[in-house]
Antibody, heavy 122, light 112 residues
Framework: EVQLLESGGGLVQPGGSLRLSCAASGFTFSNYAMSWVRQAPGKGLEWVSAISGSGGSTYYADSVKGRFTISRDNSKNTLYLQMNSLRAEDTAVYYC???????????????WGQGTTVTVSS | QPVLTQSSSASASLGSSVKLTCTLSSGHSSYIIAWHQQQPGKAPRYLMKLEGSGSYNKGSGVPDRFSGSSSGADRYLTISNLQSEDEADYYCETWDSNTHRVFGGGTKLTVL
C-alpha cells in the first residue's frame, strides 16, 4: 500500500525553526518528485515546495523562499522540510504529497499524507 | 502564471447530480488539471486527472459516480447519485514550469 506519513509538527515561537519529515512506503521513492502543500486554518490548499526524484532540483513558493529548505534522503525513503524564521502566517497543516513524475515541475499530485500541524505563536 | 477559479460553494440533493467547475485563466485553456476531494477533518484525496480534450483518468478506488469533462478553459467534475459522504471541499490543481504548482480556491459541496 502506498503511504506517506508526516511528523515533526508542533508549537514554535515566531522566528523559530522546525523540521518536518515524511516517511514514504509502498513505492520506489526515488522515481517520484515530492511536494509539501499547506493549509492554513479554514483556508484552501497552498503549494509550498517541491523536489525532483533525484533531489537535484528544488522549487519554492515566493512566500517561503529563503526561509524553507526541502530535501530528501532516497536511501531512507524520507522527505524533509526545514523551516526557519517562522512567522504566524506559516501556521497550517502541512501535507506531504507525491507527484506523478520524477521531474518536479510537471505532473499532478496523486498521493497525499495525513498532514502534520505547525503552529507559530508566542 | 495559470490561475484556477472555482465557485466557493455548491449544493445538491441526495441522489441527484452536481457539476463543479474549475476555470483556467486566459492563455492557459489547454492545461491539464487534477481534481482532489477533502472530506471534513481529513487529508485531501486525489480523484482524477483531466485533460483539455475531456479525457480523464481516475485514481484508485474512486467510484464510477465521479466523472470529468472539459469545454474550452472550463474543467468539470460531475458527481452522480450524490451520497452523504460526497459532502466535502473539492480542489482543482494545475502546474506550470515557471510558477510550478497552483490550486484553485476550492468549492464546498453541501449534500441536502
Amino acid at each position: 500500500e502506498v503511504q506517506l506519513l508526516e511528523s515533526g509538527g508542533g508549537l514554535v515561537q515566531p522566528g523559530g525553526s522546525l523540521r518536518l519529515s515524511c516517511a514514504a512506503s509502498g513505492f520506489t521513492f526515488s522515481n517520484y518528485a515530492m511536494s509539501w502543500v499547506r493549509q492554513a486554518p479554514g483556508k484552501g490548499l497552498e503549494w509550498v515546495s517541491a523536489i525532483s526524484g533525484s533531489g537535484g532540483s528544488t522549487y519554492y513558493a515566493d512566500s517561503v523562499k529563503g526561509r524553507f529548505t526541502i530535501s530528501r534522503d532516497n536511501s531512507k525513503n524520507t522527505l524533509y522540510l526545514q523551516m526557519n524564521s517562522l512567522r504566524a502566517e506559516d501556521t497550517a497543516v502541512y501535507y506531504c504529497a507525491r507527484q506523478t513524475l520524477a521531474a518536479a515541475g510537471i505532473g499532478h499530485v496523486d498521493v497525499w499524507g495525513q498532514g502534520t500541524t505547525v503552529t507559530v505563536s508566542s | 502564471q495559470p490561475v484556477l477559479t472555482q465557485s466557493s460553494s455548491a449544493s445538491a440533493s441526495l441522489g441527484s447530480s452536481v457539476k463543479l467547475t474549475c476555470t483556467l485563466s486566459s492563455g492557459h485553456s489547454s492545461y491539464i488539471i487534477a481534481w482532489h476531494q477533502q472530506q471534513p477533518g481529513k487529508a485531501p484525496r486525489y480523484l482524477m486527472k483531466l485533460e483539455g480534450s475531456g479525457s480523464y483518468n481516475k485514481g484508485s478506488g474512486v467510484p464510477d459516480r465521479f466523472s470529468g469533462s472539459s469545454s474550452g478553459a472550463d474543467r468539470y467534475l460531475t458527481i452522480s447519485n450524490l451520497q452523504s459522504e460526497d459532502e466535502a471541499d473539492y480542489y482543482c490543481e494545475t502546474w506550470d514550469s515557471n510558477t510550478h504548482r497552483v490550486f484553485g480556491g476550492g468549492t464546498k459541496l453541501t449534500v441536502l
